[in-house]
């Protein structure tokens, strides 16, 4: 697997739309480095920005958007609501695939070590890049911010790890590193008031408040036997927050930062500031997520908010997303497009579910053509595809149906099962297809000399063998969708019977058309123990779905007798 790392690097700039696009231009001009969002926000006059790609062209557009950055951006003229230290305030990179934390910490380190030497920045590392531990916290490493830099960066206990010990007026300092995913999350308040908001944020976040003897606000702050101030803990780990007021909407925050997702869901950061809110007598009106989120803390959130309302679980990615934006209120003071604001979506290759993301029509008419792929295969798969989904649609209507309230988890369970198998054999539609074209590519390679026959007879091996698998995982996962059929024909909604009967008929279908593709491939490939083995198990297959279809039509029936 390639390595991909992501890279939110926020700059102290959000209104001067110019500075910005010459910021992001920089970054969009490294090739294999994509960038997915750009964030600006008036009041915080910060902008967030996204890249991802491969670590070395990622960690190249981060150094030229630095510098960019540090050409545009005069610190000594720049106010706003968030805290800030720099032109380039922070730098974190973000392992996602195929990387370890560690390896990602040392290209933060490789980033810090250049920007201090090239730019001439004073550099602080921060989380996972930083070996000392009473440094790796970002708001002890920011604290007194952009106009407490110069006395803190004169004193040798706060010596920047790179660049130079010397206060830069115009760029300030910058603080790189590197950390997991971390959701920028603010929780929108029916108040105007900051103070308000704050108290809230300290009820929350898990560093809390000074604990006070007397009264809460105004109290004298207790201390401990050192003189160390004593806090009271916040309701949610992993959580930093404060209060702020937004004047371009005219509303209060609580303002968040979720540090680990599977500590504090999203859901789980809402609903309690919901809870904080209500106890202040305030109330959350809706919410909004800073730059790009993964996408399964949305399907997580979806599945919260149907859970509550007891309602099936076993619904498709898209509505899961679409429960979570409702439920949440990520679209009241902007749109929230998750296609834009998804990580995974914004990186998924459309290229590879062509097919699936066609219309009914245009699949057809693309089977019909005089081209052979999509042929038998993916369309045994697609058929394998609607029968999973007519036993998640039993399930989500039985789930459903009144008078059968008590049991919607039991049908949740079956719908959830279905909505998977579902999506794996969607998958394997596309990936059919894929397998035929490596074959091709494969016969079309050349055979003048023995090392290219060698080498063409061991891509063809490979190929036929790919082209065997898919089909043979068809007919595997398709054979799992008739304990939920059976389930869905015996126990589910009785007048939705006759659609887990024509569920069972696809998937017999969907089974019998991946075993003839099965014995088609089966013959052009040399390791013959490999291909005994796939033909006696399928066989085996073949003949349990003819006996399962049966099974199923009968029960159907007999509810008409």
Known sequence: ???????????????????????TDRIASVDG????????????????????????????????????????????????????MGATDVCPLIPISGI?????????????????????????????????????????????????????????????????????PRSGAT???????????????????????NAV????????????????????????????????????????AIGWFIEEYGVAQVSMNLTDLRVTPLHVAFDEVCRAAE?????????????????????????????????SLGVSEAELVRVAIVSLGLDELAAFTPEERVIEYRLRDTASSR???????????????????????????????????????????????????????????????????????????????????QVMAALAMPRSTDVEKAARAEALERANVGALEVPYRVMHIVSEAFDLLEAMARDGNPASASDAGVGALCARAAIRGAWLNVLTNAGGIKDRQRVEGVLADGRRVEQDAAARETAILDIVERKFA
């Not at 070590?113 to 002890?140: F, H, M, T």
């Not at 790189?176 to 999350?185: M, P, T």
């Not at 702050?221 to 916040?234: F, K, M, Q």
């Not at 809706?286 to 730059?291: D, I, M, N, P, T």
Request: glycine letters at 8%; charged letters at 25%; one cysteine or more.
């Open 1 to 23: 697997m390639s390595a991909l790392i992501e890279c939110v690097p926020n700059f102290s700039e959000g209104r001067d739309p110019e500075v910005i696009r010459r910021i």
């Open 33 to 84: 480095a994509t960038l997915l969002h750009v964030d600006p926000g008036k009041a915080t006059n910060r902008t967030v920005v996204t890249i991802a790609g491969a670590p070395d062209a990622v960690v190249e557009a981060a150094f030229r958007a630095i510098a960019e950055a540090a050409e545009l951006i005069d610190m000594r003229q720049h106010a706003g609501e968030h805290p800030r």
């Open 100 to 168: 370890t934390m560690e390896e990602t910490a040392e290209f933060a380190r490789r980033l810090a070590e250049r920007v201090g030497r090239e730019l001439q920045i004073p550099v602080y590392l921060y989380e996972a890049a930083q070996p000392d531990p009473a440094r790796k916290n970002l708001s002890v490493i920011r604290a007194g911010e952009y106009e407490g830099l110069a006395r803190k960066i004169a004193d040798p206990a706060w010596k920047p790890d790179y660049g130079p010990a010397t206060f830069k």
């Open 175 to 197: 603080v790189i590193g590197a950390r997991d995913f971390l959701v920028a999350y603010n929780v929108n308040l029916n108040t105007t008031s900051t103070r308000r908001a």
């Open 201 to 240: 944020a300290f009820d929350v976040r898990e560093a809390g408040r000074p604990k006070r003897e007397g009264h809460p606000l105004t109290g004298k702050v207790v201390t401990d036997a050192a003189g160390h101030p004593v806090t009271e803990p916040g309701t949610l780990k992993a959580v930093k």
């Open 279 to 311: 106890a202040r007598g305030l109330r959350v009106t809706g919410s909004e997520l800073v730059g790009l989120v993964p996408l399964s803390a949305l399907l997580e959130a979806g599945r919260h908010f149907l859970r509550k309302q007891q309602r």
């Open 355 to 437: 097919l699936v993301n066609m219309s009914v029509r245009g699949f057809a008419d693309e089977t019909a053509s005089e081209s052979a792929a999509p042929g038998g295969g993916s369309v045994a798969a697609l058929l394998g595809a609607f029968a999973a989904s007519l036993g998640a649609m039993v399930a989500n209507l039985s789930a459903h149906k009144r008078g059968w309230d008590e049991r919607w988890e039991e049908f949740s369970r079956w719908a959830e099962r279905g909505q998977r198998l579902k999506d794996e054999l969607l998958y394997l539609v596309d990936e059919d297809t894929r397998a035929f074209n």
